[in-house]
């Protein structure tokens, strides 16, 4: 079974600039997550769609960051314009969400962002 | 919202040796999740344990719910098991909960 997949790996970007990153989740996940990891912590939850309705997205930064899943399936997130404090891990995730049954979540690689 | 506190924070050991990571959490749950974060930054899943005991190799972990902890035993520890690893929570309806992650080195 093909795991959560995205791209790019790596993106270094200038202040101002946008960026965008995409997900494929795991084949038949309904709900999909985006995550942000700044160094030395945890993930932080930005936005949860289910299918492709927003589920939470009370962390996102709507200002700048934005995100979207088209037919329920893939995801993009975008920043735009990109700040300093932006430099940091953006992980995918995707689940199952049956109640009484499973709620585990399947991490993508991650795209690392650097924003000089 | 669920609180979750990892200990301890930084971890030295000497291949071979055995090791326990402990996870307190606020709130009931109905996930928990146990990872290993790589140093290329991918996060592993581990176990899924709400509640009850798993064993995967060296590695078997334990929740007990109703006290609102979870242990997860490495035994013979391998350089490879060096990284992050993080315990995540998820009570009712509510997000994801990371803790700050315990950092295990293993040296040869």
Redesign the interface.
Known sequence: EAGVAQSPRYKIIEKRQSVAFWCNPISGHATL?WYQ?ILG?????LI?FQNNGVV?DSQLPKDRFSAERLKGVDSTLKIQPAKLEDSA?Y?CASSLDIP?Y??????G??T?LTVT | GIQVEQSPPDLILQEGANSTLRCNFSDSVNNLQWFHQNPWGQLINLFYIPSGTKQNGRLSATTVATERYSLLYISSSQTTDSGVYFCAVQGGSEKLVFGKGTKLTVNP
């Open positions: 997550y990891q912590q945890g993930p932080k939850l949860q939470d891990v992980l009484r499973s709620y585990e979540q399947y991490f690689p991650g690392r």
